[in-house]
């Protein structure tokens, strides 16, 4: 069965930098989006980036553009999160998410539902 497993969070300074990695196995779907979606307390779920079969390049939250990169290594079976310039607005639990026929990369972003869930990562930023 699809198994998504998250790592790679922790504490760190605001102006740090973080990668969290997501290890797929089970995973044999050609259409899809993958990547990562965040929720705070007291916050609503809001999804960062995805990687999607029907676009052309990766998708990206405004509130991360220019700060976090999506990659991802086939070989390996994992999907990357590098966060960069980090903010105390990113404390989060981080989790890693894929949609199977997700119409586009933004639609992932914007749709909370999910059909597999890893089962979340803390990142804690401080100032």
């Known amino acids: 069965e699809v198994q998504l497993v998250e790592s790679g969070g922790g504490l760190v300074q605001a102006g740090g930098s973080l990668r969290l990695s997501c290890q797929v196995s089970?995973?044999?779907?050609?259409?899809?989006?993958i990547g990562w979606v965040r929720q705070a307390p007291g916050k609503e779920r809001e999804g960062v980036s995805c990687?999607?079969?029907?676009?052309?390049?990766?998708s990206y939250a405004d509130s991360v553009k220019g700060r976090f990169t999506i990659s991802s290594d086939n070989a390996k079976n994992t999907v990357y999160l590098q966060m960069n310039s980090l903010k105390p607005e990113d404390t989060a639990v981080y989790y890693c998410?894929?949609?199977?026929?997700?119409?586009?990369?933004?639609?992932?972003?914007?749709?909370?539902?999910?059909?597999?869930w890893g089962q979340g990562t803390q990142v804690t930023v401080s100032s």
């Open positions: 089970g995973f044999t779907f050609n259409d899809y989006a």
């Open positions: 990687i999607s079969t029907r676009d052309a390049a990766p």
């Open positions: 998410a894929a949609d199977v026929g997700a119409e586009s990369g933004d639609y992932y972003l914007l749709e909370p539902r999910k059909d597999y």
